[in-house]
């Protein structure tokens, strides 16, 4: 059984430090990763994805992927009170990306203290 | 661009009833669109596998006959809560799977949905 594994929180996290997000997953043969947030009562927006190991940058979000770990990671730099939200990581057992049903962790729950 | 639509938002509806949630792309064709459902306090648990022109293929342990799933056309698919009860009660998101700009999934907003 494919599983995503996030710690619930929450995480609290001054404004301006940088906030760190972890997830595992159990199938090895996973392919793609995929970080989303989601709003209380809102449905979950792409933030990042990433396919190969090491670092990807986007804005203010680096995502980590460690294949040999099977660890992904997911980094808020110069974190905003805006940035408080639910992080659910994903995941795809296809290089293809989001042709497949994703398999979702039960989400890491942030706050960004002002 | 990349924009998934759903509706309605929200409904309520007594034990027993049928409900019908529609998802659309709005600005993209989706060969393939998907169905999920999140409890309160939960991860988003997939339902189904939507493909234009077959049939949806399901996740274990959900009946096909009571989610009714129809992909009719590369831009819409309905999911239908057929004898809908109050442990159906849920948020049902949709989501459609595009490679432009990027390949992944897309959601739609999604639908409360409240059996009484």
């Known amino acids: 059984q494919k599983e995503v594994e996030q710690n619930s929180g929450p995480l609290s996290v001054p404004e301006g430090a940088i906030a760190s997000l972890n997830c595992t997953y159990s199938?090895?043969?996973?392919?793609?990763f995929f970080w989303y947030r989601q709003y209380s009562g809102k449905s979950p927006e792409l933030i990042m994805f990433i396919y190969s190991n090491g670092d990807k940058e986007d804005g203010r979000f680096t995502a980590q992927l460690n294949k040999a770990s099977q660890y992904v990671s997911l980094l808020i730099r110069d974190s905003q009170p805006s940035d408080s939200a639910t992080y659910l990581c994903?995941?795809?057992?296809?290089?293809?990306?989001?042709?497949?049903?994703?398999?979702f962790g039960k989400g890491t729950h942030l706050i960004i203290q002002p | 661009g990349a924009v998934v639509s759903q509706h309605p938002s929200r409904v309520i509806c007594k034990s027993g009833t049928s409900v019908k949630i529609e998802c659309r792309s709005l600005d993209f064709q989706a060969t393939t669109m998907f169905w999920y459902r999140q409890f309160p306090k939960q991860s988003l648990m997939l339902m189904a596998t939507s493909n234009e022109g077959s049939k949806a293929t399901y996740e274990q342990g959900v009946e096909k006959d009571k989610f009714l799933i129809n992909h009719a056309s590369l831009t819409l698919s309905t999911l239908t809560v057929t004898s809908a009860h109050p442990e159906d009660s849920s948020f049902y998101i949709c989501?459609?799977?595009?490679?432009?700009?990027?390949?992944?999934?897309?959601f739609g907003p999604g639908t409360r949905l409240t059996v009484l």
């Open positions: 989501s459609a799977h595009t490679r432009d700009p990027t390949d992944t999934q897309y």
């Open positions: 994903a995941v795809n057992p296809l290089s293809g990306g989001g042709a497949d049903g994703l398999t």
């Open positions: 199938d090895r043969g996973s392919q793609s």
